[in-house]
Structures are given as C-alpha cells and as structure tokens.
C-alpha cells in the first residue's frame, strides 16, 4: 500500500470499523492516519496498534476492533489479540413495545382527575392509552440530587477565615482587617440505578427504565440492569431523546424477561463499578421485586458489601405498595437487614415518592 | 526512535511494556498527544509514567485526582498567608501605595505552582494525571483546556506556556465513564495483566535478589490468584510485594506454610484471604 491507495485503505477500515459499531469521529481517523506517520504502514502490527490505539475509546470496543481488523486486513502476521473480558456486544431485545418511535401525540386536554386517577394506578394495570399518557407524565417529574459536601467555598457570614478576600479587602480599603469568611458549598450525590428487567418485573421494566432516563438528564446517575446478567446502560441513557435512549438501551439488554439471579449480578457489579468508586458514597437504588432464583445467602452477602460501600442503599419492590403485602420472598427476606428503607413503586406517584426520598438521602 | 528503541529504553530502567503499550508510548511522544491508559488495577499504568519519565530522563510532575479537585488544586493558586505577611511588612514600613503594594503582591514569588502549572513550567516533562476518573465532569472539561493549549492564563500574571508539550499519561481505572472529548484527544490503551513470562522477568528484573524459581512460583500463583473470584485480585504490584516479603524473610520456595504467613502483602481482604486458603491455590 502506498499514498493515496493507502489512505483511501485505512479510511475504509475505519468506515468498516464505525459501522461494526465502534464510534469512531473524523478526529480519531485523523489521528489514526496521522499515526502511521510515525510507524510502518508495511508492518501489520504497527497498523494493528495504531489503529487500536487511535480508533478504540472503551474496552467494549476491542473485540470488534480485532474482528474489523481481521476482516479488512486478513489475519496476516498481526499479534495475536489480547485475551480481553471486554463485555459482549449486546443482542437486540424488544424492551421497548415497537421500535422506539413515539407513540401518537398525547391528548393535552386530559381531565385533571384522569391524571390523578393514574398517578395512584398500577402501571402492570394500565391500558396502553394510559401507558402512553404515563411516559408524558413521566418527563414531567423533576428530579433533584441528594447533596454532599464539596470542597469549594463561597462567601458566607459565619464560618472559616478567607485569606484570599481578606487580603483583596486589606487592599482595596487600606483597613487595617476585616476579616471575610466562607462556608463549604454542596454538590449533587451520585445516584445509582439497579433496575431488574427479569421476567417477573416485565409490566414495570419500561416505565422504570424511562424513569430512569429522566433521572439520568438531572442528576449524576449510574443505570444498570439486572436480570440473569449485568448490563450497563448509562450510556445509552444519556441520549435526550427518550424513545433513542430507550431503544438504545433495549438493544444492550441481552437478558430481558429471563430469570433473575440478584445475588450473582449485584456481585457482577460490585465487582465491576460499585466497589472502583461507582457505589461509594452514592445513593443506590435496586428496583426489583426480590424473587431470587439463585442463592439468597450470597444476595445477602452482597448487600452487606454494597450497604458499606453506598450511602444509603434504597429498595424499591412495586409489590410493597399492594394490600397484604409482606416480604417474604427469599430475595427480598434476605436483603431486608442491610436496607435503609424498603419502597412501593408500582404508581407515578410511588416513583414521585422514591424521586423525594432520593433527594434527602 | 522507534516503538522497539522506547521498549529498549523502558527495559531499561526496569519496566517490561509488551509491544502495544510499546508503541502506545512511541505514538504519544511522537504525536504529542495524551497516552490515555485503563486497566484493571495493578496493570502498571501509573509505573508507566514513571518509567517514562526515567527512561526518557525526564522530570515527572503527578497530579493526583479526586472527587471534588479544582483549578486551584491542580493549576496554582496564592499563597496568601506569606501575602498578608509581606502587606503587613510593608505598612509597618510606612505609607503604602495602593497600587504599588498590589503589583508587588501578585507576583511569580507569591505564586503557588500546582501539578499542571508546575507541568507547563518544567516542560519537557513527563505528567502523570492519575486516576481521573475520580475527578469530576467540570474538571474534565478544564483539563482538556490545559491540555489543548498547552498553556495557562493567570489574570494577574499572563500566559504560561510550555515550550515544549510535556509528554501527558492518563490513567483510570474505569470507575466512571470519562468524558468522550477527553478521549478523543488521547491515544487510548487499555492494559491487561502481563502473561506469565513477562511477569516473572518482571520480578526478576525489580528484585534481583530473586531467583528464577521463586519468581516462577510466585508469578503462577498470582496468576491463580487472579482466576479465583476475588473481591480484589492481585496486580503486578502485589506479586511485586509478595515476592519482597519472601526474600526479606529469606524463603527460597513459596509453600504452603510460606504462603500462608505472607498472604497479607497481596491479599487485602479477610474475604479473599479466606477463599484462597481454602482454595489452596496460594500453597500448592
């Protein structure tokens, strides 16, 4: 390969590459390009690194890195690829009902009492007419932090001697002192989500993944799904669009409506996230309904890792609002010593309630 | 030079890079661009900063992150207590002018250098941003300012600007997804465990006192150590100290009973120190 057939060569693997799902901009083909200015274009390894090193931004991406490469380039005298446990690319799952489109354009002019009527219904119970009403109300809640304290400080009345603006006083007057003094400041509290879409959480997995969603565009937030396995979908929650996000998220989720194993897949994620940071001193909320098909003495364990990593550690079962409710399902009987507090959330208005409790956590 | 010559270079001064850290490191001096590293703990992303900055005989500047840092932690800041001293000095002095005391006031003398001031200022450099993953969204948003312009404006003072960029590694350790507009302006390597040989050149390499056996023995065991399913399985830092611990108690051969009264300099938790034991793994 050499000049032009050589670049026009390697921006088609790069094309190749973006459409294997590796999101690779202009910038990072620009820099791949560039280099191999600096390596030997003949050599494949040389191409192999340049290209991972430039094009790849996660560890999700080397698998289909190698895969592209492998396909564009043939295998050749390239390094064998490194033994990764970088997360499978995940298989499309129908989590949304349809493809994500927006549904009709909700009627505005909804009695004040229908929407009443909603907040306190089950969402397993709503009509698909309300459900759609439901996700419009959904985007209406505002969700607010929980707040830590930060290390930066205002101006305040009372509180620490500021030198810095003392000083400026000092200067600006000529006063002998007049001491200024500031306070620390608050900043929001991270927030994760565990959102368990087995089987038996189905009539809810939507509206709380959407839920979600609106939490993720207000408030640092962590989301992952539970199911037989662990699923990160932070990412694809930050998109604006909900019915985008939402699909996104559906297509990453490989197990929806499978069993559920909390004991194994809370581990997965403490392992993983939670105990690297994403849990510590965050506020963690688990929407699952506690029916635990694996090993309740490894959940238990488990809760007792993350209850002394998180800040508070909220449960929110949408059975715990029913008439006769008691929690006795081996899941949730066995998380129930290391919770903070145990919640409903099978209305709009147990998810506004969950969205308060959250904020004064 | 070339990815080979900087391995050479790294061998050197006792840091074993496989070819694609190798030429990772070749592409960011070449390039100028930030080396950005994730891996597992314990993959020698920090070290390799460190070896950089000795194979290249540079000065390494480390900026350390957490939650909460900001620009007077990372880029400089006044020292206002020798301020206050030296306005005091000056009106015990006599009559002081205004202006004239602020101007003497706001002065390279009175300024503190941060990590990344400190950085731009020594350039060439290596700059070690460790952990920034820790850091939050807005000082990301700051570092790749710094990192853009290779250059810093101080109101009070002007522009600093690095005469030559200094030679920036990143490291996270993936707690929290960073920033694409950071990444897409660094060079991205994720690093894996070494593979059994290159560890125990490792060892031997760090502890020459250490013999092929021992280094052998206790390079397996960390490797089986990391397949059980640890709360924290053990990096290269470990069986680093692991390693140290039986030389300094002057064990030839990692046994049972040698592993037992050593397991602490590589496992962290009562869990995993548990799991081990009965797995027999770290005694075999």
């Given at each position: 390969?050499?000049?032009?057939?050589?670049?026009?060569?390697?921006?088609?693997?790069?094309?190749?590459?973006?459409h294997?799902?590796?999101?690779?901009?202009?910038?990072?083909?620009?820099a791949?390009?560039?280099?191999?200015?600096?390596?030997?274009?003949?050599?494949?390894?040389?191409?192999?690194?340049?290209?991972?090193?430039?094009?790849?931004?996660?560890?999700?991406?080397?698998?289909?890195?190698?895969?592209?490469?492998?396909a564009?380039?043939?295998?050749?005298?390239?390094?064998?690829?490194?033994?990764?446990r970088?997360?499978?690319?995940?298989?499309?799952?129908?989590?949304?009902?349809?493809?994500?489109?927006?549904?009709?354009?909700?009627?505005?002019?909804?009695?004040?009492?229908?929407?009443?009527?909603?907040?306190?219904?089950?969402?397993?119970?709503?009509?698909?007419?309300?459900?759609?009403?439901?996700?419009?109300l959904?985007?209406?809640?505002?969700?607010?932090?929980?707040?830590?304290?930060?290390h930066?400080r205002?101006?305040?009345?009372?509180?620490?001697?500021?030198?810095?603006?003392?000083?400026r006083?000092?200067?600006?007057?000529?006063?002998?002192?007049?001491?200024?003094?500031?306070r620390?400041?608050?900043?929001?509290?991270r927030?994760v989500?565990?959102?368990?879409?087995?089987?038996?959480?189905?009539p809810?997995?939507?509206?709380?993944?959407?839920?979600?969603?609106v939490?993720?565009?207000?408030?640092?937030?962590?989301?992952?799904?539970?199911?037989?396995?662990?699923?990160?979908?932070?990412?694809?929650?930050?998109?604006?669009?909900?019915?985008?996000?939402?699909?996104?998220?559906?297509?990453?989720?490989?197990?929806?409506?499978?069993?559920?194993?909390?004991?194994?897949?809370?581990?997965?994620?403490?392992?993983?996230?939670?105990?690297?940071?994403?849990?510590?001193?965050?506020?963690?909320?688990?929407c699952?309904?506690?029916?635990?098909?694996?090993?309740?003495?490894?959940?238990?364990?488990?809760?007792?890792?993350?209850?002394?990593?998180?800040?508070?550690?909220?449960?929110?079962?949408?059975?715990?609002?029913?008439?006769?409710?008691?929690?006795v399902?081996?899941g949730?009987?066995?998380?129930?010593?290391?919770?903070?507090?145990l919640?409903?959330?099978?209305?709009?208005?147990?998810?506004h309630?969950?969205?308060?409790?959250?904020?004064?956590? | 030079?070339?990815?080979?010559e900087?391995?050479?270079?790294?061998d050197?001064?006792?840091?074993?890079?496989?070819?694609?850290?190798?030429?990772?490191?070749?592409?960011?001096?070449?390039?100028?661009?930030?080396?950005?590293?994730?891996?597992?703990?314990?993959?020698?992303?920090?070290?390799l900063?460190h070896?950089?900055?000795?194979a290249?005989?540079l000065?390494?500047?480390?900026?350390?992150?957490?939650?909460g840092?900001?620009?007077?932690?990372?880029?400089?800041?006044?020292?206002?207590?020798?301020?206050?001293?030296?306005?005091?000095?000056?009106?015990?002095?006599?009559?002081?002018?205004?202006?004239?005391?602020?101007?003497s006031?706001?002065?390279?003398?009175?300024?503190?250098?941060?990590?990344?001031?400190?950085?731009?200022?020594r350039?060439?450099?290596?700059?070690l941003?460790?952990?920034v993953?820790?850091?939050?969204d807005?000082?990301?948003?700051?570092?790749?300012?710094?990192l853009?312009?290779?250059?810093?404006?101080i109101?009070?003072?002007?522009?600093?600007?690095?005469?030559?960029?200094?030679?920036v590694?990143l490291?996270?350790?993936?707690?929290?997804?960073?920033?694409?507009?950071?990444?897409?302006?660094?060079?991205?390597?994720?690093?894996?465990?070494p593979?059994?040989?290159?560890?125990?050149?490792?060892?031997r390499?760090?502890?020459p006192?250490?013999t092929?056996?021992?280094?052998?023995?206790?390079?397996?065991?960390?490797?089986?150590?990391?397949?059980?399913?640890?709360?924290?399985?053990?990096?290269?830092?470990?069986?680093?100290?692991?390693?140290?611990?039986?030389?300094?108690?002057?064990?030839?051969?990692?046994?049972?009973?040698?592993a037992?009264?050593?397991?602490?300099?590589?496992?962290?938790?009562?869990?995993d120190?548990q799991?081990?034991?009965?797995?027999?793994?770290a005694?075999?």
């Amino acid at each position: 390969m050499t000049g032009a057939g050589a670049l026009t060569g390697l921006v088609g693997f790069a094309h190749a590459l973006r459409h294997a799902g590796v999101a690779c901009g202009p910038e990072r083909v620009h820099a791949f390009v560039r280099a191999l200015d600096h390596l030997d274009l003949a050599r494949a390894d040389h191409v192999y690194w340049a290209g991972r090193l430039a094009l790849c931004a996660e560890p999700g991406d080397l698998p289909r890195y190698d895969a592209a490469f492998t396909a564009w380039f043939g295998d050749g005298d390239r390094p064998a690829p490194p033994r990764g446990r970088a997360p499978r690319p995940g298989r499309l799952a129908a989590l949304v009902d349809g493809t994500g489109r927006p549904g009709p354009a909700p009627d505005l002019r909804v009695a004040a009492s229908d929407v009443e009527v909603l907040r306190r219904k089950d969402i397993a119970d709503l009509t698909p007419a309300e459900r759609r009403h439901l996700r419009e109300l959904l985007a209406t809640l505002r969700p607010v932090p929980p707040r830590r304290r930060a290390h930066r400080r205002r101006p305040a009345r009372t509180g620490r001697l500021d030198a810095r603006r003392t000083l400026r006083g000092m200067l600006a007057t000529g006063e002998p002192v007049r001491l200024a003094r500031h306070r620390r400041t608050h900043r929001p509290r991270r927030v994760v989500l565990l959102i368990d879409v087995s089987g038996s959480m189905k009539p809810y997995a939507d509206a709380l993944l959407r839920f979600a969603h609106v939490v993720a565009r207000a408030v640092p937030v962590e989301v992952c799904t539970l199911g037989t396995r662990l699923t990160r979908v932070t990412r694809q929650l930050r998109r604006r669009d909900p019915g985008q996000a939402l699909a996104a998220a559906a297509r990453a989720v490989p197990d929806h409506e499978g069993g559920t194993r909390l004991g194994e897949t809370l581990k997965a994620f403490l392992d993983r996230w939670g105990q690297r940071g994403a849990a510590r001193g965050a506020v963690v909320v688990i929407c699952s309904d506690g029916w635990e098909r694996g090993d309740p003495a490894l959940l238990a364990a488990q809760l007792a890792r993350l209850r002394r990593l998180a800040h508070r550690v909220l449960w929110v079962n949408p059975h715990a609002g029913h008439d006769g409710y008691r929690p006795v399902q081996s899941g949730i009987a066995a998380a129930l010593p290391h919770l903070d507090r145990l919640l409903a959330g099978h209305s709009l208005e147990t998810l506004h309630a969950l969205l308060e409790e959250v904020r004064l956590a | 030079m070339t990815p080979e010559e900087l391995a050479d270079g790294l061998d050197r001064v006792g840091y074993l890079p496989d070819p694609g850290l190798a030429t990772a490191a070749h592409l960011a001096l070449a390039m100028h661009r930030p080396l950005f590293c994730e891996g597992e703990p314990g993959t020698g992303k920090t070290s390799l900063a460190h070896a950089l900055a000795r194979a290249l005989d540079l000065p390494l500047v480390r900026l350390q992150c957490h939650e909460g840092i900001d620009a007077s932690q990372a880029l400089y800041d006044w020292d206002f207590p020798r301020q206050l001293l030296h306005l005091r000095a000056l009106e015990a002095a006599g009559p002081v002018d205004a202006e004239a005391a602020e101007a003497s006031l706001y002065t390279r003398r009175f300024l503190l250098a941060r990590p990344l001031l400190e950085a731009l200022e020594r350039a060439p450099c290596v700059l070690l941003v460790d952990e920034v993953d820790r850091a939050d969204d807005e000082f990301e948003a700051f570092l790749l300012e710094v990192l853009d312009e290779n250059a810093v404006t101080i109101p009070e003072l002007g522009r600093v600007a690095a005469a030559t960029p200094p030679l920036v590694v990143l490291t996270s350790n993936r707690t929290r997804e960073v920033h694409d507009a950071l990444k897409r302006r660094c060079l991205y390597h994720w690093l894996e465990h070494p593979d059994l040989a290159r560890e125990v050149a490792i060892l031997r390499r760090r502890l020459p006192g250490l013999t092929g056996r021992l280094a052998g023995q206790v390079a397996a065991a960390a490797r089986r150590l990391r397949e059980l399913d640890l709360l924290k399985p053990p990096g290269v830092a470990e069986s680093l100290d692991w390693a140290a611990a039986l030389l300094a108690l002057g064990r030839e051969e990692l046994d049972a009973e040698a592993a037992a009264v050593t397991l602490g300099a590589v496992l962290k938790y009562r869990e995993d120190v548990q799991r081990a034991l009965s797995a027999g793994v770290a005694g075999r």
